[in-house]
Each structure stands twice: as structure tokens, then as C-alpha cells.
């Protein structure tokens, strides 16, 4: 892949985690003061402001329902996703551990939420418990984590 795309994707993504570790949600403490009121008023306020913080949640699920199909029927340019992100050893060995990968994801399509942990569990478990070493099923669970940030 030509370097001025890597150092653009490479910035990207730089960007991308830096703004989620450092939103003013992380450091934002839960607001209980609504808690005691009874007023129906105000109920019907906390229920709309519950509602629209679930709905971004709904679509980042979505987003990442979509990659894992895209993994699913693009073996091919999944793993080249993953040579970008993590190099050509770690796409041969997605390559070669593929179907063990997809055997585990497609139980999370079945999810309300999949958050990207949850991936990067299910596929390091799965590739740990049929014998590959913690190593290369940490390299490939992490490709595939950081690939999925690329589709949200």
C-alpha cells in the first residue's frame, strides 16, 4: 500500500482514539439528582434523554454487525484491512486461522450490543483454545479490533 495512504490511515485512526479516550464522557460523573423526583413532567424527560443516549449505541452496533459480515464474505479484503493495520504476518495468519474467526463471530451477530471487546475476546479465546499461541491470537483478536474501528 502506498505510505502517504498509511500515514493518512495511521493519523486517522491516531485521531479516532485519542477523541475516545479523552471525551469529556469518560471523565463525566453519573448525574443521580433526578433520582427522588416524582414529578411525571420530569419522568417524561429522563425516559427521552435515556432513549437518545441508546440510539448512537444501536448504530455503532450496527456498524459493527456490518464488519463482522464483511469479514464473513470478504475474506480477501478483510485481510488485507488487517495487513494495514497490523502487517502481512498477522493477515497470513488470519489467513490461516479464518474460519475459526468466523465460526466465533457469528454467534455475536445474534447480540442487541457487540461492543469491539467483546470481539477481541471472543476471537483471542477461540484461537488460544484450538492451540495457537497467546501471541499470534492476540495479534489477529487486535487486527480485527482495530480494523472494526475503521467501519464506526
Known sequence: MNTKIKKVISILLTIFFVCNIFSP???????????ANTNTVES???TNKSEAVVEPRNAVTKIVKSAINFIK????AAAEVIESVSGSTVAKNFLKYYD???????PLLEWS??????VYDAVRRVLVSAGVSE???V?????I???LSWFV
Open 25 to 35: 464522557a469518560a471523565f463525566a460523573s453519573p448525574d443521580y439528582s433526578n433520582l
Open 44 to 46: 417524561i424527560a429522563d
Open 73 to 76: 464474505n470478504n475474506k480477501e
Open 100 to 106: 475459526k474467526v468466523v465460526e466465533v463471530l457469528e
Open 113 to 118: 450490543e457487540i461492543p469491539a471487546q467483546a
Open 135 to 137: 501471541t499470534v491470537a
Open 139 to 143: 495479534n489477529i483478536a487486535l487486527a
Open 145 to 147: 479490533k482495530e480494523g
